[in-house]
């Protein structure tokens, strides 16, 4: 397709350049990090609430208590990517750790939810009874993606090991 100059977005031949860094702020973690933090206040609202759980309450408690550190984690290893982004430098190895922490405590946070409401926890978006309207169910299944696109977490784990750590190449 041709099209006129003034439809060039970014810069002449630097495409690959441009979709790397565009790759590097989509793996910063930030928008995993909201969906982690709004289904972790979902959880702590229902216990909170007396909602009905599946195993004892303490459990889930200590379970919920647990994945809010883990979510502190999470949110320092972001705004450390954001913060070397807004200095203009290129955090590969740190995006790459924001990136693997926050995909899979969204499947912690998945897993324990689905673990604490029980059968009901498993239950299809849509299906009479499921709790959150199903979210959860769906949440364990599609968790999965984030941790194999965009890079899988275990090329994101060998440039931790190389970029961060210095370690050679196996």
Known sequence: VQLPADSLLGEWNAGWRQMAGALLSERSGMFYLGWATRHLEWLVEHVRNGGELAVPRELVRLRLAQLRCELEVAARFCRRVLWRQSRGELPAHEV??????????????????????????VLRPGAKGAPFGGLFGWEYVERIHPTISVGSNEIQRTAIATAGLGLPRA
């Open 96 to 121: 790459s750790m924001a990136k693997v922490y926050a995909t899979e405590l969204l499947q912690r946070i998945a897993q324990v939810a689905t673990e604490a409401l029980g059968q009901a926890g």
